[in-house]
């Protein structure tokens, strides 16, 4: 018989710029918790600006956990990550029944809550077929086979990450199976109950609220951030929008102005990924991204 577990971990997800860092906040203070970011963009002590790390003003208000805790030149995988922040929880919950997760990475969410899928062994001679590819035909060739061989997978990974693309790729072709096909192992039993919420919002006042984002990102000296960065941008950390566009620009390959707009444009596309992933979760209760603060704290007590 599995005990009911009396620990709770509340994970807040999303698309970016909604608003789950203001109300991971407040959620911790009123449940006496520590936060744990699963935002894989804002693990780098590097990244600042960019990855929309919460303010100092913010990190005080409640105790955090994985923001800029590893360097852009460490190699930190999702693995790493469940291992690591499963430890932290466990840890967490010997003086406090609550923990709160937040962030908008849907893959190191799922590992913390549900534990990673597994993938069979494939020829590592596909991977490196691919990787040659990748380098004398580009991205382009690789994205369209895996719109072919895996729709699913093709509109819910990070698309423009050439890694992410050659993994599912060679999975795919090492097995003839899709990649998407692997995500639904049952779940490792967790010490703790998770209680899943997601905001969202209409999708103009979500890319509203992206371009808003990036003006003052920007504003605040992003462009200064990625020079400083500049020399590091083949690190697989910095492959990530908001440097790479910049990347383009202070090698001379496109105008400022341009490299704004297309962190606009590939945010709000990232944004819509976020969304197909964590529709998929059927355990999550979606709020509007306005919703009153007591609303949500009468459904969590409800789930309690």
Not at 12 to 34: D, F, M
Not at 174 to 187: A, I, V
Not at 221 to 250: I, W
Request: a neutral charge; hydrophobic letters at 35%; proline letters at 3%.
């Amino acid at each position: 018989m599995v005990k009911t577990p009396s620990n709770f971990t509340i994970a807040i997800v999303g698309p970016t710029a909604i608003g789950k860092t203001a109300l991971s906040i407040k959620l911790a203070q009123h449940y006496n918790a520590e936060i744990i970011s699963a935002d894989s963009r804002q693990f780098y002590k590097e990244m600042t600006i960019g990855t929309a790390v919460p303010s100092t003003k913010e990190l005080s208000e409640a105790k955090h956990h994985f923001i800029q805790n590893k360097s852009i030149k460490d190699t930190f995988t999702v693995g790493d990550f469940e291992r690591e922040a499963i430890s932290k929880i466990k840890e967490l919950h010997k003086d406090h029944t609550f923990t709160v997760m937040v962030g908008g990475s849907g893959l190191y969410v799922k590992a913390v809550t549900n534990g990673l899928d597994y993938f069979p062994e494939v020829d590592p001679n596909i991977r490196t077929e691919l990787n040659n590819r990748f380098e004398t035909e580009g991205l382009h060739s690789l994205q369209q086979q895996l719109e072919l061989l895996d729709v699913e997978t093709y509109n819910t990974i990070a698309i423009d990450n050439p890694k992410r693309v050659i993994r599912a790729l060679e999975i795919c072709i090492g097995t003839d199976k899709t990649y998407s096909s692997f995500l639904t192992r049952p779940e490792k039993h967790r010490d703790f109950k998770t209680i899943a919420i997601g905001l969202n919002a209409e999708r103009s006042i979500i890319y509203d609220r992206i371009n808003q984002r990036v003006d003052i990102m920007v504003a605040n000296g992003l462009l200064d951030e990625a020079k400083r960065l500049l020399p590091f941008k083949d690190l697989n950390a910095l492959n990530t929008v908001g440097y790479k566009e910049l990347f383009q620009y202070l090698e001379g390959h496109i105008t400022l102005d341009f490299a704004i707009s297309e962190i606009k444009k590939n945010t709000r596309r990232f944004a819509k990924r976020q969304l197909t992933w964590f529709r998929k979760d059927e355990s999550l209760k979606w709020f509007d991204y306005e919703t009153d603060l007591s609303t949500i704290i009468a459904y969590i007590d409800q789930q309690i």
